[in-house]
């Protein structure tokens, strides 16, 4: 994350964080006053509308809360010094084996020079009395030559398997960085990536593309009401039931507190939608449980609102009137899936 705001602009945004923080009674520290002061300086738009929402829902925010939007919007800090410290070991690892091989070519090339020494003394007459002492030479050359050679041979399997533990750790942090730490699925991250690189493919095949923006109801009440361990419970409940109602070309991830979402790659709005009734089927339907009490928590709802991408136009549009459709089915009742059409028809009707 970069500052550039000169002395002046930043000591105004910097007091309007810590007059934010007042009023929403964060802990001033460092963490939290970094989230507040890229706030309100709107230099990362997906941050500020991140707060705004948990804003407008009447969030607290809690640590649980403020740690969420530190993973989300500056975890990539860690990771990226992660992948680097990574990628210096490989380096030096390749520079090793490099050394290596080229200390087996060099003792190779003087073991050629050995054998073409000895070739040319054998076609001078006048040496044959020194074969002896240079089949001697020879022989030593040899077993210096082999022995390089098995060391050679131990170096690079030892290299070999170190640098593939490398390129595991490599592929687990790369894991970790596309994965929500508490449901498993992919995080926003990846859902950013996952959802760009979609719009790049149908801008070639013109094949159509959806967007379903997914929020659980009454989850601060649910919170507030059983606590955050049972809110992760849900949490992971919901996650893991977009995964089992999605195809496998589609991403379901956690976009964010208790929001989702889903890509749908090559759906047309109408299948989108079923999808969309077949999410919120699946977790309507289910009962939550407390398993250490064996309580009841009743029934949990989603609220789901679906878009269909337009060739050409900012993805942020696209997340906007998913974003739209999904607030108009919780102000319709909550508990059911709108998309970009009834945003359509609920405009005719106010014009009316």
């Given amino acids: 994350m970069e500052y550039p705001e000169r002395f002046e602009q930043a000591m105004s945004y910097a007091g309007q964080a810590v007059e934010l923080m007042k009023s929403h009674q964060v802990p001033p520290h460092p963490g ?28 607290d925010f809690d640590e649980k809360v403020l740690m969420d939007l530190r993973q989300k919007f500056f975890g990539h ?25 080229g200390n087996a070519v060099q003792g190779a090339n003087n073991y050629g020079e ?51 533990q490398l390129r595991d750790n490599l ?40 967007l379903a923006m997914i929020d659980i109801d009454f989850f601060k009440k649910f919170n507030d009401t059983y606590g955050h361990q049972m809110g992760d419970q ?7 039931t977009l995964v089992d109602s999605v195809k496998g070309q589609d991403t379901a991830a956690r976009y964010g507190g208790e929001e989702f979402s889903v890509i749908f790659p090559k759906t047309e709005l109408k299948s989108a939608l079923t999808a969309g009734e077949n999410i919120r089927n699946n977790v309507a339907n289910k009962q939550v449980t407390n398993k250490r009490t064996g ?37 319709s009742g909550r508990n059911r899936v709108m998309s970009q059409t009834d945003l359509e028809h609920a405009s005719l009707e106010l014009k009316t």
Avoid at 175 to 202: C, H, P, W
């Fill in 32 to 59: 939290n006053f970094a989230i507040w002061y890229t706030y309100v300086s709107g230099n990362y738009p997906d941050l500020r509308r991140a707060v705004d929402i948990l804003i407008s829902n009447k969030m």
């Fill in 77 to 101: 800090e860690n990771e990226s010094q992660a992948l680097h410290k990574a990628t210096q070991r490989i380096e030096v690892m390749l520079g090793q084996m490099m050394g290596v091989l």
């Fill in 114 to 164: 050995t054998l073409k020494n000895f070739s040319d003394s054998l076609q001078d007459k006048e040496k044959l009395g020194d074969i002896q002492n240079m089949l001697k030479t020879v022989m030593t050359e040899t077993r210096s030559i082999a022995e390089a050679n098995q060391e050679l041979e131990v170096k690079l399997e030892t290299s070999s398997k170190e640098i593939k």
């Fill in 171 to 210: 592929d687990e942090v790369k894991r970790e960085a596309m994965t929500d730490a508490l449901t498993g699925i992919a995080n926003r991250k990846l859902f950013d990536i996952a959802l760009r690189e979609s719009a790049m493919q149908i801008m070639e095949t013109g094949e159509p593309l959806c």
């Fill in 234 to 240: 849900v949490l992971k409940l919901v996650a893991r």
């Fill in 295 to 331: 309580q009841s928590l009743g029934q949990i709802t989603l609220s789901i609102g679906v878009a269909e991408y337009v060739l050409g136009e900012p993805l942020s549009q696209l997340i906007q009137r998913a974003d739209e459709a999904l607030y108009l089915a919780k102000r």
